[in-house]
């Protein structure tokens, strides 16, 4: 009876050492796939405001020092430029997506009142790879701001504010991970503000010329015929 008790202890003590959960808001760094586990899969596409970030993601803290082993300190140097540095960064985990090259990690960064949203990249081998900024929440101009994430997933970032006429004034950036470069590039921009400094790209110089009424009609850098 004894021996089948003791039995019974150690089985039981394994298993819970087994099933414990490894804490992500405490002092200790944790492994790249305990930092994994706190993920959910994202369900793309997804559009995320800047209104919404105070209750965006897990409401469970990721601590710094829990991830400083995984993310270089450098991601956060320019995060903290001009900021208290006695106020403490936590993360709350948004979601993942994981694919055989890359993995996204979304979650939302707070440094006292300051949240930011942002994007951690980590290669096949599951080694950090690139991160990036992509909406704030106090941002100190009168747009409304927002991200769309696409299924690529590419990363579309816009503001919007209302205009003259009460018309509405737009800017867009789409971002996309290369995984040549290790960082991301900027693969689409528009905006209807300030159009006159948009030039249109004039495709007309690369048509064969087989009329003698073929050329460039041009009124303006925005007007070809």
């Given at each position: 009876?004894?021996?089948?008790?003791?039995?019974?202890?150690?089985?039981?003590?394994?298993?819970?050492?087994?099933?414990?959960?490894?804490?992500?808001?405490?002092?200790?760094?944790?492994?790249?796939?305990?930092?994994?586990?706190?993920?959910?899969?994202?369900?793309?596409?997804?559009?995320?405001?800047?209104?919404?970030?105070?209750?965006?993601?897990?409401?469970?803290?990721?601590?710094?020092?829990?991830?400083?082993?995984?993310?270089?300190?450098?991601?956060?140097?320019?995060?903290?430029?001009?900021?208290?540095?006695?106020?403490?960064?936590?993360?709350?985990?948004?979601?993942k997506k994981e694919s055989e090259t890359d993995n996204f990690y979304l979650l939302t960064m707070k440094h006292g009142k300051n949240i930011d949203l942002v994007v951690f990249v980590?290669?096949?081998?599951?080694?950090?790879?690139?991160?990036?900024?992509?909406?704030?929440?106090?941002?100190?101009?009168?747009?409304?701001?927002?991200?769309?994430?696409?299924?690529?997933?590419?990363?579309?970032?816009?503001?919007?504010?209302?205009?003259?006429?009460?018309?509405?004034?737009?800017?867009?950036?789409?971002?996309?991970?290369?995984?040549?470069?290790?960082?991301?590039?900027?693969?689409?921009?528009?905006?209807?503000?300030?159009?006159?400094?948009?030039?249109?790209?004039?495709?007309?110089?690369?048509?064969?010329?087989?009329?003698?009424?073929?050329?460039?009609?041009?009124?303006?850098?925005?007007?070809?015929?």
């Amino acid at each position: 009876m004894r021996i089948l008790l003791a039995t019974f202890c150690t089985l039981f003590f394994f298993y819970s050492c087994k099933n414990d959960e490894v804490s992500l808001s405490g002092d200790t760094q944790v492994s790249m796939d305990a930092f994994s586990k706190a993920f959910q899969p994202l369900k793309l596409p997804m559009r995320i405001a800047d209104t919404s970030l105070q209750n965006a993601g897990d409401t469970a803290t990721i601590s710094y020092a829990a991830i400083s082993g995984i993310v270089p300190d450098s991601v956060f140097q320019s995060f903290n430029k001009g900021k208290d540095k006695s106020q403490k960064i936590t993360f709350h985990a948004i979601g993942k997506k994981e694919s055989e090259t890359d993995n996204f990690y979304l979650l939302t960064m707070k440094h006292g009142k300051n949240i930011d949203l942002v994007v951690f990249v980590f290669d096949k081998d599951k080694k950090f790879a690139a991160s990036q900024d992509l909406l704030q929440k106090n941002n100190p101009d009168d747009y409304a701001h927002n991200v769309l994430i696409t299924s690529e997933p590419a990363f579309i970032i816009s503001r919007e504010k209302k205009g003259k006429d009460n018309t509405t004034l737009f800017s867009r950036i789409s971002w996309a991970y290369s995984a040549s470069t290790h960082s991301f590039i900027t693969v689409m921009k528009d905006s209807n503000e300030n159009p006159e400094n948009i030039a249109v790209i004039n495709p007309l110089d690369t048509l064969p010329q087989n009329h003698k009424y073929s050329g460039n009609y041009i009124e303006d850098k925005r007007n070809y015929i």
